[in-house]
């Protein structure tokens, strides 16, 4: 083969038309993730964009949105416990699953403010 992959660019999340509010509140103040800057072209049609570590999460607005309850990113996290807390003193239910604390794992998802799955994780 004479291409190789080299890693994920970004992760593209689906929501409502009018969801960079609410996706700023979240992603941006919530999570701390700064928010980047879309290209001039995309701008029209609408969503917002984010830098986790050294990917790019971007919230696209879908029309017939429906939010995804199974199919999802996860983000790798130091400190778990952490985040676990400051998303719970926020109000955000999370759901701890030790299926992979055997591994040393340590998992929790959440939902985003459309419904969107999340998984936050951290490896021992």
Known sequence: MNFEFIGIDHVQLAAPAGCETKARAFF???????ELVKPESLRQ???VWFQCGAQQVH???????SPAKKAHPAFA????DALREH????????MRDDARSDEGVQRF?????????LEFIEAS
């Open 28 to 34: 941006a103040e919530l999570l701390g993730w700064p």
């Open 45 to 47: 049609r609408g969503g």
């Open 59 to 65: 919230i696209g607005v879908q029309p017939d949105f």
């Open 77 to 80: 996290v130091a400190h778990i």
């Open 87 to 94: 998303l719970l003193r926020n109000g955000i239910s999370v």
């Open 109 to 117: 998802f959440a939902d985003d403010p459309f419904g969107n799955r």
